[in-house]
């Protein structure tokens, strides 16, 4: 059989686009799941090997390996691979809206080198988010190798990203679900086939070369007293207002040293490098991504005092962190200091005696999860989250009172949303995923007015009142007035709808002078 | 649609670079673990040397650390759990065994350290159970010795529980694994305290027959036998026990109360009627002097006044009949049951008298 023979045999092989689109899921999820246990493994080695942090090797070089390992991280963004800055969500995000799905190989290479160092040297960020973004990466790297439409290509980045966070997290739902409800705010079936395949793959290849464990390894627990849930609503009260607050500080300070000079690029992940580290004397914990912190407190390790500290400490080092763009995420700190935050409350209300009594890492598990709905307000991911890092179905019931909680008390004390504000202070305007789920398109119902005489239709020129306006507009681009009709019974003329009513309920038409149908204008 | 010659070409690339990176990761992830494990490892021995050596914050320390780097050692979580648990540090333990409980219910060290938490709690409820789950569980081979400490760590809380009929079923196990004779006897002992004659009896014997020169199965038997009515066996076994050791100062108090037993028992087999008579008139002789004899109780108490008065006649008739014996020993022991009404300072206690008083009364 020569060459020929195959190309000619290869040549009767039809894959659809779907297909096609569903097996590079597959090698998608596969190459992150790689790359992500190579980020992993790199941030360790490095940690191990600059700090001693918790090996208690080199106490001092906590204080200055932060600093160093910022500059660097810094260096290699702003000299080598410039396209790798900014939050992996937002880039990401930015890719699939603005330049069809692409996302330069640079930015794999330059996120991974320059986060694992920022990481992996002690400063207090995570490395979902630029996992996220390389998967992302990876994906859009596929998809051009296999020239793709322009439509596939804005597709298969998030595809890429939710391989990228899902391996990060070892939680193939939360990936799934974050890329759903953040990055695409969309449930087509195509999206939703295509990212279970990548986020399962890439869980997969990490768990065969990381081991099967979970990134939390919490102890049983069980819910003693229903009026437990009182407890848990008012941890997601705080948590909510502590979340608002914190995304306040983060955009106060990102515009303030966004003022300053050009010394900043290099200056300020020094200062806030040295300041984790100054900080990391007294509280390794803090640095780094901080999950073995979270483990330990989950197992009791700390006194409520200490969360405290901890969660105030970890607060203050991630804001100078992160403000300072020192290359990194945001979503382990926020599970830091959700978890330290919980389990301070749930410790304190174990004290006050009267009021039920959970074990702690119960309530750290839900103050993890009240943080980080109301930090990135993804209430779905955050609930889905906490239960599949905990594997504990009695937590979902906590959680989602207390995550819904937080996320209606943050999104009420500071309406703009995390990613969307960093946005904003990066001069982008992405559409947020929380206003597309809040806005709802408009419909025939809320602009068709009584029938003020029968007209004629042509056969199927009807509009239900449940109908999209951009749907009538195509219908009255044929026909001047359409009848609106009920849906059981089609001969029952409900109203209609000429283009005037259109514009009206749009609000770019003069008033119109018809009287609209009592009780339909419900917008 | 693609272009075969460049889709296969494509294809080829992409299957190379993932086969690359997949060894790639394979040798990283290898290396890694391995050093993980090595720090681990490192870690765990220096904390078992500071346990060993009662350095137990500086174990914690280690064993810790020793987690970080390898978090899927068992080993190294229960060494955590333990020291903490000594250093006190309840709610870590507890966390770090409940997790070892969850993955290995039938842990029987896991289970014996939440029930010493438990304890050290208060909730001896939950101690009892927790130890009850851990004697019952699996232990390694090695660590059987301590799996009998456990036992009677359980047979301590059941006593302070007063749950008797579980004490004596775990002393039955325990007599069942016992190493030694040592253990063997002082498990028939505890057995001896729960009314569990039967059992100790064969205890005591077993011990005699295979260690006739031990001074301790004798008196273990004699007391099996005073327990159960036999004082002339139990005074040969306390004899006995007293000729192979004669320092044995518990032989010879329990030798000392089976004769004044024996002199005052007026039920004994194989006595006549006349020495049945002698018998009740010392027992009821001695009640009526140690009720005589203590503190005065409720002044003026004409019904108790009446009792001595009709024993007094009991024993101050010039001729006594032997079917006196019966009134005496009735008189004796309504005397001994209302010993309160006498006596103003608690009780009257002697041991012999109560003892024979019982057998008297049938109790």
Redesign the interface.
């Known amino acids: 059989v020569n060459s020929s023979d195959w ?1 000619t045999r ?2 009767t092989i039809k894959v659809s686009e779907p297909q096609r689109f569903l097996l590079l899921a597959l ?1 998608i999820g ?2 992150s799941g ?2 992500v ?2 980020f992993h ?1 790199t941030i ?2 490095l940690s ?1 090997g600059t700090l001693g942090a ?3 090797r080199f106490r001092y070089a906590r204080l200055l390996s932060p600093a160093l390992g910022a500059v660097a991280a810094v260096l290699i963004v702003r000299k080598i691979f410039p396209r790798a800055k900014g939050s992996g969500v937002n880039q990401t995000k930015m890719a699939i809206y603005a330049s069809d799905g692409y996302v330069s190989s640079s930015t794999i290479a330059g996120k991974f080198l320059a986060c694992a160092i920022s990481i992996g040297s002690g400063n207090s960020l995570g490395p979902e988010d630029p996992s996220l973004q390389m998967g992302a990466g990876v994906a859009s790297r ?1 998809g051009r ?3 793709l439409s322009r439509s596939s290509m804005r597709l298969i980045a998030p595809v890429g990203a939710a391989a990228g966070i899902a391996a990060a997290f070892n939680t193939p739902i939360t990936g799934l679900l974050f890329v759903m409800e953040e990055v695409l705010a969309d449930w087509s079936a195509t999206a939703v086939g295509s990212i279970v395949i990548a986020a399962v793959s890439a869980v997969v290849t990490m768990r065969a ?3 099967n ?1 979970p990134l939390f ?4 627990f069980e819910l003693t007293d229903a009026s437990e849930l009182l407890v848990y609503a008012a941890i997601g009260v705080l948590g909510g207002a502590l979340s608002a607050a914190f995304i306040h500080a983060i955009e106060i300070a990102k515009q303030r040293l966004g003022q300053l000079g050009h010394w900043r690029h290099y200056g300020l992940p020094a200062i806030g490098g040295f300041l984790t580290g100054v900080v990391g004397l007294w509280f390794p914990e803090v640095m780094g991504a901080g999950y ?1 912190a979270v ?2 407190a ?4 700390f006194a409520w005092q200490v969360l405290v500290y901890l969660a105030l400490a970890k607060t203050l080092v991630t804001l100078i962190c992160f403000s300072a763009d020192t290359p990194g995420g945001m979503f382990a700190p926020a599970l830091f200091i959700g978890a330290m935050a919980g389990g301070a409350c749930g410790a304190i209300a174990h004290h006050i005696g009267r009021l039920p009594a959970a074990p ?2 119960a309530y750290m598990l839900v103050g993890m999860g009240t943080f980080f709905a109301g930090v990135f307000r993804a209430p779905i991911t955050s609930i889905f989250m906490v239960f599949e890092v905990s594997a504990s179905y009695v937590i979902i019931l906590p959680v989602m009172i207390a995550n819904m909680t937080a996320y209606f008390v943050s999104r009420r004390l500071h309406p703009t949303a995390f990613f969307k504000m960093l946005a904003q202070i990066e001069g982008v305007n992405l559409p947020s995923a929380e206003e597309k789920r809040t806005l709802q398109p408009l419909r025939v119902e809320n602009a068709m007015r009584e029938v003020t005489k029968p007209v004629a239709s042509a056969a199927g020129m009807r509009l239900y009142p449940d109908d999209t306006l951009d749907a009538a507009l195509r219908m009255l681009s044929l026909q001047e007035t359409i009848q609106v009709v009920s849906r059981i019974y089609p001969d029952r003329v409900l109203g209609e709808l000429t283009l005037d009513d259109v514009q009206k309920a749009y609000g770019i038409a003069p008033v119109a002078t018809a009287p609209a149908a009592p009780g339909l204008l419900g917008r | 649609v693609l272009a075969v010659s460049h889709t296969v070409r494509t294809i080829a690339y992409v299957l190379t670079a993932l086969a690359f990176s997949l060894v790639l990761a394979g040798f990283a992830s290898s290396a890694y673990h391995r050093e993980r494990s090595l720090l681990g490892s490192r870690h765990f021995r220096s904390g078992s040397w500071s346990a060993g050596h009662g350095q137990l914050a500086d174990a914690v320390d280690q064993f810790r650390k020793a987690l970080l780097f390898a978090p899927d050692e068992e080993q190294y979580r229960l060494a955590l759990a333990e020291s903490l648990v000594r250093l006190n540090y309840l709610p870590e333990a507890q966390g770090h065994l409940e997790q070892l409980a969850d993955e290995d219910p039938s842990n029987g060290r896991v289970n014996y350290l939440l029930g010493e938490i438990a304890e050290k709690r208060g909730n001896r409820k939950l101690a009892i159970e927790r130890c009850q789950r851990a004697v019952y569980e699996y232990w390694p081979p090695e660590e059987i010795p301590e799996r009998r400490q456990v036992r009677w760590h359980l047979v301590r809380l059941l006593e302070a529980a007063n749950r008797p009929n579980e004490v004596v079923g775990e002393l039955i196990q325990l007599n069942a694994s016992a190493p030694d004779a040592k253990e063997r006897s002082i498990v028939g002992f505890e057995l001896l305290k729960y009314g569990a004659l039967s059992e100790a009896g064969r205890i005591f014997r077993d011990l005699e027959a295979n260690s006739p020169k031990d001074a301790g199965p004798h008196r273990g038997l004699g007391e099996v036998y005073f327990g159960s009515g036999d004082y002339i066996s139990a005074r040969h076994e306390f004899i006995h026990a007293r000729r192979v050791d004669p320092n044995d100062q518990e032989s010879t108090q329990w030798l000392a109360l089976t004769n004044a037993v024996v002199d005052l028992d007026p039920l004994l087999p194989g006595i006549n009627a006349a020495e049945r008579l002698r018998r009740s008139q010392n027992l009821l002789t001695r009640v009526v002097h140690l009720l005589t004899t203590c503190s005065p109780g409720v002044p003026g108490d004409t019904n108790a006044v009446a009792e001595l008065g009709t024993a007094n006649q009991l024993l101050n008739a010039k001729k006594h009949s032997e079917s006196q014996a019966d009134d005496m020993q009735q008189s004796a022991v309504q005397l001994w049951r209302d010993r309160g009404r006498f006596c103003k300072g608690g009780p009257v206690t002697d041991k012999a008298v109560e003892t024979a008083i019982a057998r008297v009364a049938g109790e």
């Open positions: 190309k290869l040549r090698l596969i190459f790689v790359l246990v190579l493994i360790d080695v191990w918790l090996t208690g596929l190798l296999f020239h070369f990381l081991g464990e390894r919490i102890p049983g073995d483990n330990s989950l197992h009791g390790q702690a890492e």
